[in-house]
């Protein structure tokens, strides 16, 4: 069974800068993880996903600001966030999958619990 846990979220203000962090446990072989948001009364929203063959691909709001990156000598993927906006306040997860669904929640099998991000102008 996979398990992912993210650690890094925190308070910031309106251009400034969090990194994410999300950790696997279990093996894991597929093809993509991505980043996913959820700010409140809102949907789960795609942010970034990375394959495993390191192939990135952003959602237009953070396209520029924010980079995905991944370790797999550790298991790990990170999300670093520059230059952050109120509107990126929002529950940030990791998630992994074995579809070829990349860019939507539905396509992801395994979800780490969220950690929030609040930025304040």
């Known amino acids: 069974q996979v398990q992912l846990v993210e650690s890094g979220g925190g308070s910031v203000q309106a251009g400034g800068s969090l990194s994410l962090s999300c950790v696997l446990s279990?093996?894991?072989?597929?093809?993509?993880m991505a980043w996913f948001r959820q700010a409140p009364g809102k949907g789960r929203e795609f942010v970034a996903f990375?394959?495993?063959?390191?192939?990135?691909r952003y959602s237009d709001d953070v396209k520029g600001r924010f980079t995905i990156s991944r370790d797999d000598s550790k298991n790990s993927m990170s999300l670093q966030m520059n230059n952050l906006k109120p509107e990126d306040t929002a529950i940030y997860y990791c998630?992994?999958?074995?579809?070829?669904?990349?860019?939507?929640?539905?396509?992801?099998?395994?979800w780490g619990q969220g950690t929030q991000v609040t930025v304040s102008s």
């Open positions: 998630a992994a999958t074995y579809t070829s669904n990349w860019v939507s929640a539905i396509g992801y099998e395994f």
């Open positions: 279990g093996r894991f072989r597929g093809p993509a």
């Open positions: 990375i394959t495993s063959g390191s192939m990135t």
